[in-house]
């Protein structure tokens, strides 16, 4: 293998690394444990057919303890104010492909779109995605 090719071989690989490790880490790290209420102006709690308005929703580290109209805030919660806004659960897309373009490029090149499609995800509000087969091979 020629040094060039070392070269490249070996930064399509570093740059794999870190991003994955950067995805890793933000999937990983230990919750920070503090409470947050976020006030909605309508909550879908994917329940029921209906908004429900003026709510509270009550999270502890990484998980929703309570919600409802009546929930107290603790005095120590950040308090989110979304009281103009419609909140609701993160979205699942149960379809997604990442990287779905059969166009001989190199599996570092994949990964890279894949992560960055992968954050678009996240940023349009779907917190769960299931990939139906490998578009990285």
């Not at 909550?43 to 709510?55: C, E, I, V, Y």
């Not at 580290?61 to 009546?70: E, L, Q």
């Not at 990442?98 to 190199?106: A, E, I, K, M, V």
């Amino acid at each position: 293998m020629d040094r060039r090719r070392k070269l490249r071989t070996a930064a399509g690989a570093l740059a794999i690394a870190a991003a994955a490790s950067t995805v890793v880490w933000s999937q990983s790290a230990a919750p920070r444990r503090h409470m947050v209420a976020v006030r909605a102006g309508h909550l879908f709690d994917g329940k029921s057919a209906t908004l429900k308005a003026n709510q509270v929703v009550l999270i502890d580290g990484d998980r929703i303890t309570a919600s409802g109209s009546d929930v107290p805030i603790p005095a120590d919660a950040t308090v989110l104010d979304l009281s103009r806004v419609t909140v609701l659960p993160g979205m699942i897309d149960t379809h997604v492909h990442l990287y779905d373009q059969q166009d001989g490029r190199s599996s570092s090149y994949r990964t890279l779109v894949a992560a960055a499609n992968a954050q678009t995800t996240l940023n349009a509000g779907f917190t769960t995605a299931a990939i139906v087969r490998n578009d990285l091979k």
